[in-house]
Nanobody
Framework: QVQLVESGGGKVQAGDSLRLSCAAS????????MGWFRQAAGKEREFVAS????????YYKLSVEGRFIISRDNAKNTVYLQMNSLKPEDTAVYYC????????????????????WGQGTQVTVSS
């Protein structure tokens, strides 16, 4: 089991950067693949980025690839989402998610794969 708490959201201007953090507790962090998802107002939740247990395998939503970077620090039980060159269309509530998996290279992109979710943190980007 694991509990997740996101932080780092806020209101920024287009072109600015933010780094979201997701602190995990209650489980062995290195046993979990991690993901970031987001949900804009009136829209379905969508995949943003994912990262394998070993920190080497990543996937990104096409529209954020090259701008966002997902990373993890297993010693700190924390996963990050560095968001650069933010655009108004990035405005959403961002959720951290974790999935227990035996494979160190797994980095699921489907939200149904994830077992645990944080409460979300709001990111608002103004043009």
């Amino acid at each position: 089991q694991v509990q997740l708490v996101e932080s780092g959201g806020g209101k920024v201007q287009a072109g600015d950067s933010l780094r979201l953090s997701c602190a995990a507790s209650g489980g062995t962090f290195s046993n979990y693949g991690m993901g970031w998802f987001r949900q804009a107002a009136g829209k379905e939740r969508e995949f943003v980025a994912s990262l394998s247990r070993n920190g080497y395998k990543t996937y990104y939503k096409l529209s954020v690839e090259g701008r966002f970077i997902i990373s993890r620090d297993n010693a700190k039980n924390t996963v990050y989402l560095q968001m650069n060159s933010l655009k108004p269309e990035d405005t959403a509530v961002y959720y951290c998610a974790a999935v227990f998996t035996a494979a160190v290279t797994d980095a699921p992109t489907w939200e149904g794969e994830y077992n645990y979710w944080g409460q979300g943190t709001q990111v608002t980007v103004s043009s």
